[in-house]
């Protein structure tokens, strides 16, 4: 059975960087991504990846902020979040959708059918 475990999470002062990690276990991805859901709002994405073709898409909130990475070694990937703002705090989950078809932009959260179990992000101003 398919797991994502998720790591990273923390808090920090506004301008400050984190790195979340997600390493999957199970079935190679072809797509993976990572959205964040703040309370009381919608849980929106934030970046994906498709290991295939290497191509990253990123929500305008972050872009020029957040990097992603992966290492197929150990089938994990990363989220690296820099300059931090008090709006990109929430919970963060990382995704991946199983087969082989391709995502060349942000997927929907129903577009994915296995999910980390989220890390909490805090950044205070």
């Known amino acids: 059975q398919e797991r994502l475990l998720e790591s990273g999470g923390g808090s920090v002062e506004a301008g400050g960087s984190l790195r979340l990690s997600c390493r999957i276990v199970?079935?190679?991805?072809?797509?993976k991504g990572w959205f964040r859901q703040a309370p009381g709002k919608q849980r929106e994405g934030v970046a994906s990846?498709?290991?295939?073709?290497?191509?990253?898409s990123y929500a305008d909130s972050v872009k020029g902020r957040f990097t992603v990475s992966k290492d197929d070694i150990s089938n994990s990937e990363y989220l690296q979040m820099n300059n931090l703002k008090p709006e990109d705090a929430a919970m963060y989950y990382c995704?991946?959708?199983?087969?082989?078809?391709?995502?060349?932009?942000?997927?929907?959260?129903?577009?994915?059918?296995?999910w980390g179990q989220g890390t909490q992000v805090t950044v205070s101003s």
């Open positions: 995704a991946a959708r199983t087969g082989p078809l391709p995502c060349p932009y942000l997927l929907q959260p129903y577009e994915y059918d296995t």
């Open positions: 199970g079935t190679y991805n072809r797509c």
């Open positions: 990846i498709d290991s295939d073709s290497g191509r990253i």
